[in-house]
């Protein structure tokens, strides 16, 4: 970039939900904003756009970067490198570390770290709802919100006594604050890896019935009910819990939900083997659930796409399905994964899949959307609808663990552009 920071981008499909626009034409920023237009001349760097999608900055409401305690996965640095190669400009960092964000000092790391490449990407960071995020009493979430706190959310892990929920949920109502829940009924889980499949079947691994996870939307929503507290259900998997959510929202309860790409691509029956890079919490579902969350997206049930990107270092996911943890990457696949899923398989207008990447989030953190407004701050994610096999070389992340690896999606990502 130039030292006044003058770009243009010239003949690229524009798409901006937060304006409605979907129109062809050129972009300018000057001095990290978006402008009107710019001088001809040589201090002006130009992109030829043509053929190409610009966005403004995607969000991603559901990250990992294990740091600290867990950087032989993923640090701050490797996951926003990785953030900026998927084009995601925004991302909502999870407290499950070791120790875990539930102090202000904490989140201030989260908030204040060093992040690849300067100035394009920013971290909004999640603070846990509990203290040690133990699910036994609530954490100081005044001081976590004043220290910049996003949201709260024990992620990896339910606030499964509903006592001690009621009240996070009562003080972040408070704070005007959401609450991100990972909705799985531990009892109801139990020892379970894996849906029931072939695999599951072939492999004799524990089943995770999806009843861990109608259980626990059925309580947060019974909760979000009683407290007013807004409540956003993390990664939903099958389709009896989207039937709660859209009961919820017909009802005028402030609850929302997101899928992730690999939920909505892929089901359990895909599973090859004993390859724990397909292993994930909670498990991939039904193709019939598949149908159930694309069918949420498009009706706005859902209202965001979120990565869950999980890290996991190669010898971890090497310990097979049954003892390998959770969890799967995604910043560098989610736009593809997502444009294919839902704009190629089901017809989903781009201006709405882009949508659920700016303005579905931006609502439930409370914060503006980003936009390509004049004097709106200059970042855009450029992607190019062409086929593009996913391979191992296109992984920025510190580990590898991806079911994506030799797909072949409907869009590419060129990165941010800010």
């Not at 971290?123 to 979430?141: K, N, Q």
């Not at 609502?363 to 980003?370: D, H, N, S, Y």
Request: aromatic share 6%; proline share 8%; charged share 20%.
């Amino acid at each position: 970039m130039n030292e006044n920071g003058f770009w243009r981008i010239k003949g690229a499909r524009l798409l901006d939900p937060a304006s409605g626009t979907d129109r062809v034409g050129d972009l300018c920023a000057a001095g990290g904003r978006i402008v009107e237009s710019l001088p001809q001349g040589s201090d002006v760097l130009e992109f030829d756009g043509e053929g190409m999608i610009a966005l403004p900055g995607p969000i991603d409401l559901h990250v990992h970067f294990r740091e600290p305690g867990g950087e032989a996965s993923e640090t701050i640095a490797t996951g926003s490198c990785a953030a900026f190669k998927g084009g995601i400009a925004t991302l909502v960092t999870m407290p499950n570390t070791k120790p875990p964000v539930d102090t202000p000092e904490a989140v201030r790391h989260q908030a204040q770290a060093r992040l690849f490449p300067v100035g394009s990407l920013r971290i909004l960071p999640s603070a846990c709802c509990t203290r040690g995020r133990e699910g036994r009493e609530p954490a100081d979430l005044e001081a976590l919100a004043a220290a910049g706190a996003a949201a709260f959310t024990d992620d990896g892990s339910m606030v499964d006594d509903d006592a001690v929920m009621e009240a996070v949920m009562r003080r972040a109502a408070a704070l005007g604050k959401v609450v991100m829940e990972h909705a799985v009924v531990p009892s109801i889980a139990g020892a379970g890896v894996i849906r029931d499949c072939p695999a599951a079947r072939r492999l004799g691994l524990a089943v995770f019935p999806p009843e861990a996870e109608v259980e626990a939307v059925a309580r947060d929503i019974a909760l979000s009910r009683r407290t007013g507290c807004a409540m956003h259900i993390q990664h939903l998997s099958c389709a009896g819990s989207i039937a709660l959510i859209r009961a919820a929202q017909h009802e005028g309860l402030p609850v929302t939900a997101e899928a992730t790409p690999h939920h909505l691509m892929l089901a359990a029956d895909d599973i090859p083997g004993d390859d724990a890079n397909w292993k994930m919490n909670p498990p991939l579902g039904t193709r019939e659930d598949v149908e159930a969350l694309r069918q949420a997206v498009l009706e706005g049930v859902i209202s965001c796409f979120a990565t869950d990107h999980a890290p996991h270092a190669p010898a971890l996911k090497a310990k097979g399905f049954a003892a390998a943890p959770f969890g799967v990457i995604g910043l560098e696949t989610a736009l593809p994964a997502t444009w294919t899923a839902m704009v190629e398989k089901c017809g989903m207008a781009p201006l709405e899949w882009a949508r659920r990447w700016i303005c579905g989030p931006a609502a439930i953190l409370g914060i503006p959307p980003p936009s390509f407004a004049i004097g709106a701050p200059a970042c855009a994610a450029m992607v190019y609808p062409e086929p593009w096999i996913f391979s191992e070389d296109d992984i920025a992340s510190k580990s590898r663990n991806s079911p994506f690896i030799g797909h072949t999606f409907g869009l590419s990502v060129l990165g941010l552009l800010g």
